[in-house]
């Protein structure tokens, strides 16, 4: 079962930093796009970044430009360095990843998935 864990939510006043990181596990491995949404209290969930699965092309939300940097840190992980942070941030963050995951059994045989899996999210909150 592919699954996806988020760390490095947190309290930050404005003007702070942050670092969100998430590591997909569950399969032998994989050719997918990855990325952050995040969704405020009585909002819906909108996309933040996404990287390709070679981290050659990147794509963000206008609202995070120049401020947020993702990263494919290897081929399983994705990371979001959070600067300059604004109370409009504060939000739940969700890591996704959509594509295709190949298992490996122990007879060696090789079956693959197309799949879009989120992780749990993790609670950014930017507050003075």
């Known amino acids: 079962q592919v699954q996806l864990v988020e760390s490095g939510g947190g309290s930050v006043q404005p003007g702070g930093s942050l670092r969100l990181s998430c590591a997909a596990s569950g399969f032998t491995s994989s050719n997918t796009v990855m990325g952050w949404y995040r969704q405020a209290p009585g909002k819906e969930r909108e996309l933040v970044a996404t990287i390709s699965s070679t981290g050659g092309k990147t794509n963000y939300a206008d609202s995070v430009k120049g401020r947020f940097t993702i990263s494919r840190d290897d081929a399983d992980t994705v990371s979001l360095e959070m600067n300059s942070l604004k109370p409009e941030d504060t939000a739940v963050y969700y890591c996704?990843?959509?594509?295709?995951?190949?298992?490996?059994?122990?007879?060696?045989?090789?079956?693959?998935?197309?799949?879009?899996?989120w992780g749990q999210g993790t609670l950014v909150t930017v507050s003075s």
């Open positions: 996704n990843a959509e594509g295709v995951f190949y298992f490996s059994d122990a007879g060696g045989a090789v079956r693959w998935k197309q799949l879009e899996v």
